[in-house]
């Protein structure tokens, strides 16, 4: 203590220390490499290959359906059974959780373990593109990441739903997932309300990351872009034929049907057979007589090849569509061309359950 009438002490402090601004971070050019190593571990393609061209040789891609068990848990044994059977229909590729899929009533860890189980299990048979869009660019980056984290070849991305935003922010959206990784990009006006446009695609297809479009503003579209050399997938069943073998140049299809019928979807994919396309329109109709996917999880259920279980929203077709969509699927059932399918029947309403939670 200071003595009494010193004068008092004045404690100095120092001032605070500047730290130096940090130096400015280049600008991150995209590279062929993009992919995590790990992603590179479990693939179709040779050592060495570069896994954009295996997607893009990939004709036949199904956009896979998700089984549940009657609790509403995933059913891994029953997804295990269908992919096999899409791999030994010659199928080229599968779509995980997309909207077949019902990637959109997933958990993210449901997602992104699904992606995983089918790289771990399939990805030396077949090209595995995970669908890890939305309407978050900040999600679709984390999911994307996720996605190659556990092995996924490609993802699937999308330009905003919803709430949607200009040409420009859709175009940044994209190209932010395009940085992560090898990507399709998915144009489907129908259900995100905005149409990417021609312009934007090309804009898009100089990325390095950019492997194709799945298109579905039609084959007008198809043959724009395919002219000016970006691979396109129609996302239209019932006119992929056309767009492949009538002078549109597109390279496939990422199909919903060919979760039924892959050998015959494999035959339209492999050369022109207008017969086959026409004779398979009525069921392919069928399939879209509502929002899919509630069509193609009826149809599989009334196959044998699922449960009958449903997430919320979806529910099952009516009892007179399921009659109908009986007698279409029935003929390409007792031709054996529904693998795993020995019959067909309507199924009565208590036979589905629907669950609002799971």
């Not at 996720?146 to 999308?158: R, S």
């Not at 312009?199 to 898009?204: G, M, P």
Request: glycine share 12%; aromatic share 6%.
């Amino acid at each position: 203590m200071p003595p009494a009438n010193s004068p008092a002490r004045t404690a100095t402090v120092a001032p605070p220390r500047r730290r130096a601004p940090p130096a400015p971070r280049a600008a991150r050019t995209p590279s062929s490499r993009d992919v995590p190593p790990s992603a590179l571990g479990v693939r179709p393609d040779p050592p060495g290959g570069d896994i954009r061209d295996a997607v893009r040789a990939s004709r036949l891609i199904t956009a896979i359906k998700t089984p549940y068990l009657p609790d509403g848990r995933i059913d891994l044994a029953s997804y295990d059974a269908h992919v096999a059977a899409q791999i030994a229909a010659g199928v080229d590729g599968v779509v995980v959780g997309g909207t077949t899929g019902e990637g959109q009533l997933m958990s993210w860890d449901e997602h992104v373990m699904l992606i995983a189980h089918t790289v771990n299990v399939f990805g030396s048979s077949l090209v595995v593109v995970g669908n890890t869009g939305s309407n978050s660019t900040r999600e679709a980056l984390h999911a994307t990441e996720q996605g190659f984290a556990v092995g996924m070849h490609c993802a699937l991305t999308i330009n905003p739903y919803y709430g949607r935003t200009s040409a420009a922010g859709a175009e940044r959206h994209l190209e932010a997932c395009l940085d992560v990784g090898p990507a399709i990009v998915y144009n489907v006006p129908g259900r995100t309300g905005q149409d990417l446009g021609a312009a934007s695609s090309l804009r898009l297809a100089q990325h390095p990351n950019f492997v194709g479009m799945k298109e579905c503003a039609g084959n007008g579209r198809i043959a724009e872009l395919s002219a000016a050399g970006v691979t396109c997938w129609s996302g239209n069943d019932d006119e992929f034929h056309a767009g492949m073998w009538h002078g549109s140049g597109g390279a496939g299809v990422i199909s919903v049907t060919s979760n039924l019928v892959p050998g015959l979807f494999r035959r339209l994919c492999d050369g022109r057979d207008d017969a086959l396309a026409h004779d398979l329109l009525p069921m392919t109709g069928w399939l879209f007589h509502e929002p899919n996917p509630i069509p193609v999880n009826t149809a599989m259920a009334m196959c044998g090849l699922s449960s009958g279980v449903f997430r919320a929203p979806y529910v099952p077709c009516t009892a007179a569509e399921r009659a109908r969509g009986a007698e279409l699927l029935r003929p390409w059932v007792e031709g054996g061309h529904v693998p795993g399918a020995d019959a067909v029947r309507a199924m009565r309403d208590d036979e589905f359950t629907v669950l609002n939670v799971w």
